[in-house]
């Protein structure tokens, strides 16, 4: 069936460093994706959204491309803070009228490094 | 503003026993969504309710779960009688207008089943 997945499963970057998180997706009839922060032992957080009719987003400090032609979503985090340290969430929305859902890929564990 | 709330936070209980886990979503929220964590299978929908109706429910594991929304301010996800691969985290999300809108997560309740 089709999926959402991650090309990584752990990341690790230094501080101060730029982080780009990936994400690769199947159905090509998915027109909403949404980027969630996990941090350990609390619930996924919102954080930026992107449509099908745009290619890139930008929001304070982060920034979404998505690219439609490959299937490839990215979340880029500049200036990465030990703040950052939790696992990220792609969410592709599927299905139509009252039974569109998100899927949920597997996460990538993004560390920050002294 | 007070988000999605749930209790419990923790629950330890011992196999064949009923679990009530509940959730208030965000008021003015019209959609309601239950999801099961677990490091095998990442973040699963089990159930999806708009306007108080559950509109899909095929993540649902088996007859052993049920949930309910009796108005719009409370929803409980019920296993019984709850098995050891019951144990996961189970979070509650909600949104303003349905899937395709973004969904803000509980803190979730963490399951233990002995």
């Known amino acids: 069936g089709e999926s959402v997945g991650l090309h990584l499963p752990t990341l690790s970057v230094q501080e101060g460093d730029n982080s780009i998180i990936n994400c690769a997706y199947s159905?090509?009839?998915?027109?909403?994706f949404i980027w969630y922060k996990q941090e350990s032992g609390k619930g996924p957080q919102f954080i930026i959204d992107?449509?099908?009719?745009?290619d890139k987003r930008q929001g304070q400090r982060v920034t979404v491309l998505l690219n439609k032609t490959v299937k490839h979503l990215s979340l880029q985090i500049a200036a990465t803070q030990p703040g950052d340290s939790a696992v990220y969430f792609c969410?592709?929305?599927?299905?139509?009228?009252?039974?569109?859902?998100?899927?949920f890929g597997s996460g990538t564990q993004l560390t920050v490094l002294p | 503003d007070a988000g999605v709330i749930q209790s419990p936070r923790h629950e330890v209980t011992e196999m064949g026993q009923e679990v009530t886990l509940r959730c208030k979503p965000i008021?003015?929220?019209?959609?309601l969504f239950w999801y099961r964590q677990t490091m095998m299978r990442g973040l699963e929908l089990l159930i999806y309710?708009?306007?108080?109706?559950?509109?899909?429910d095929s993540g649902m594991p088996e007859d052993r779960f049920s949930a309910k929304m009796p108005n719009a301010s409370f929803s409980t996800l019920k296993i019984q009688p709850s098995e050891p691969r019951d144990s996961a985290v189970y979070f509650c999300?909600?949104?303003?207008?349905?899937?395709?809108?973004?969904?803000?997560f509980g803190p979730g309740t963490r399951l233990l089943v002995l």
């Open positions: 969410a592709e929305n599927m299905g139509r009228g009252s039974a569109r859902q998100l899927t």
């Open positions: 309710f708009n306007n108080n109706v559950p509109i899909d």
């Open positions: 999300a909600s949104s303003g207008g349905g899937a395709q809108e973004t969904q803000y």
């Open positions: 992107i449509r099908s009719n745009m």
């Open positions: 159905n090509s009839a998915s027109d909403y």
């Open positions: 008021s003015g929220h019209n959609s």
